[in-house]
């Protein structure tokens, strides 16, 4: 599985932005997928994710401002981004796993999805 990561910019605070993750393989439907970000000098944390055919789950802090979906005819997962801050610059990586359902538990770690694609930069100017 290859996962290609793009759409990161640089945005003015409360501009929009929305990244794309291209997946190659097998459909992302089967798929548990993801969104984390990590700033610099900050460890990786989680923004989004979905297990399958769940409703999509969000960090706090993005909640109402991001949304996650997924364009199964084009094996495509996106993060629209909206309202953004500037505490929201950083990496975007997309994730996903394919070797079962992750379980409710571990969907906010990082340390459950297997395959990652290379990080999209989002920059946020206040």
């Known amino acids: 599985v290859q996962l290609q990561a793009s759409g990161g910019g640089l945005v003015q605070a409360g501009g929009s932005l929305r990244l794309s993750c291209a997946a190659s393989g097998r459909p992302f439907s089967n798929y548990d997928v993801g969104w984390f970000r990590q700033a610099l000098g900050n460890e990786r944390e989680f923004v989004a994710a979905f297990r399958r055919s769940d409703n999509p789950y969000y960090a706090d802090s993005v909640k109402g401002r991001f949304t996650i979906s997924r364009d199964n005819a084009k094996n495509t997962v996106y993060l629209q981004m909206n309202s953004l801050k500037p505490e929201d610059a950083a990496n975007y990586y997309c994730?996903?796993?394919?070797?079962?359902?992750?379980?409710?538990?571990?969907?906010?770690?990082?340390?459950?999805?297997?395959?990652w694609g290379q990080g999209t930069l989002v920059t946020v100017s206040s």
């Open positions: 994730a996903a796993q394919t070797r079962g359902r992750i379980i409710l538990s571990s969907v906010r770690k990082s340390s459950a999805y297997s395959y």
